[in-house]
């Protein structure tokens, strides 16, 4: 077989890898360069990528700037692994960080560097927690999405995922997350929203609830993977006073929705909230493996040694990752993703009134979900139509064959999620609405003709 063919190396890779991998079965190339938005395969195709790493790649591929610090720091010398020992690189970017944080937590702030995915920051944070309050238990949200490590997974709200584990984490309850297009409580709108501040307040609060007071309540201020769903300002209120009442920690969980994705430099921030915990992955480390936990120092009750990780010391990441805080941090920079992102829903909405499969649209900056439904089933009693993950996958399939590349999320994985890159040019935007749209029109022809 030839080695300028993507089949070359995806039969490779199906001879090699774990079952497990999922991307090359969606978009099966083989990538040879990458640039800004764009990608090229080994056969000379060109892809607009608006995944971008899963939304870890916040300025693009091989961004010049932030490849720029990571060349200086390769030929300066200086260390590239240091467990957790410091450097003057290290130095910069911990400064950075603190930084950006709520005022409480800019001279109170702890971090913990981890091993390098997400999940190994949610992992070290329920450890933090427990260690700190002596407690078991902890509270998450449905829909969540948390990491595929064994305690992360038993606090991500998917079944699939978890189905075949035995012997997760227990001590774990879920509660109704805010999510007015498929309302917990059938309900939708601020009732919906006023629904689920009562049956979190009111059962951490009743003696009877059956729930022994938690170490930590944990949440994502935007879900990802469930969906994309912002929580209401009223809802990640609640939760900080109540939590703070009943001194329980409270961590969010900003691996995804993080570091400007939101038009804000953390998504909590919406709400005018200090949490005792941030989780950081993804974009933290300007494309380089990293995670971060941030806490209060009144959580810092562990011992030297008590958490511990062999690469939680990548300086190339940090290197990184300080040029891509300095950047996405500007104020004009932020305002621009929050315009860049009103672009898109303006022609998604548009879009939604002249088709019938979008049932919803939700977005906050530039993470975007366009949820697809079946548009010939029956409709709840929200007059909301059910999920359609089959649909969904021929739009994304659609937009693939089209060179455009987008990831689902949601239940069924009846959602497409918009990930770019947070410098993400107007003419690209266009250019992945203009796919987006012919895709999305051809496949909802397609539903409705079969009828």
């Keep these: 077989m030839n080695e300028t ?69 390769l030929q300066s010398e200086a260390p590239l692994h240091t467990l957790d020992l410091t450097t003057p690189t290290k130095d910069t970017f911990v400064q950075t960080l603190l930084s950006l944080l709520p005022e409480e937590l800019k001279t109170n702030g702890r971090l913990q560097f981890c091993s390098p ?117 009223k809802f990640l209120q609640t939760v900080r006073r109540v939590t703070k009442e009943l001194g329980i920690p409270m961590i969010v969980d900003e691996i995804q929705c993080g570091i400007g994705r939101s038009g804000k430099f953390f998504a909590f921030e919406y709400a005018d909230i200090t949490p005792d915990v941030i989780l950081t992955s993804k974009a933290i480390g300007g494309s380089q493996p990293m995670s971060v936990v941030i806490y209060h120092k009144d959580l810092d009750a562990w011992q030297p040694g008590a958490h511990a990780g062999t690469f939680r010391g990548n300086q190339l990441a940090m290197a990184a990752g300080t040029v891509v805080m300095k950047r996405v941090s500007k104020r004009e920079f932020l305002d621009d993703v929050v315009r860049k992102g009103a672009i898109i829903e303006q022609r998604m909405q548009k879009l939604k009134q002249e088709v019938t499969i979008i049932g919803d649209i939700r977005s906050r ?47 069924y994985g009846s959602v497409m999620r918009c990930l770019c890159a947070l410098n993400v040019t107007d003419e690209e935007i266009n250019e992945m609405l203009e796919i987006t749209e012919q895709a999305i029109r051809k496949v909802d022809a397609d539903v409705n003709s079969h009828r």
Excluded: W
């Design 5 to 73: 063919t993507n089949q070359f190396y995806l039969d490779r890779q199906n001879e090699t890898e774990s079952n497990a991998r999922t991307y090359p079965r969606k978009f099966p190339i083989a990538i040879k360069q990458a640039k800004g938005s764009y990608l090229i395969d080994v056969e000379g195709n060109k892809y607009l990528d608006f995944l971008c790493g899963a939304g870890t790649l916040a300025l693009g591929h091989n961004d010049a700037e932030v490849n720029q610090a990571m060349i200086d720091l």
């Design 117 to 233: 995915s997400g999940t190994d920051a949610v992992d070290a944070a329920i450890k933090l927690c427990k260690t700190a309050t002596g407690r078991s238990s902890i509270v998450a949200f449905s829909g969540g999405y948390h990491g595929m490590g064994h305690g992360a997974l038993a606090l991500t709200g998917n079944l699939n995922a978890k189905a075949q584990v035995n012997g997760l984490m227990p001590d774990v309850h879920f509660f109704p997350y805010p999510y007015s297009y498929r309302c917990p409580f059938g309900l939708g709108g601020e009732a919906g929203i006023d629904a689920a501040c009562a049956i979190f307040e009111r059962t951490l609060k009743d003696p009877e609830s059956g729930i022994t007071k938690p170490a930590a309540v944990i949440l994502e201020p935007i879900q990802g993977e469930g969906g994309v769903v912002p929580a209401p300002i």
């Design 365 to 411: 900056g530039l993470m975007l979900g366009v949820e697809f439904v079946d548009p010939h089933a029956e409709a709840d009693q929200l007059g909301s139509l059910p999920p359609s993950g089959i649909i969904a996958s021929k739009v994304q399939r659609e937009c693939f064959n089209n060179h455009l590349i987008m990831e689902k999320g949601g239940r």
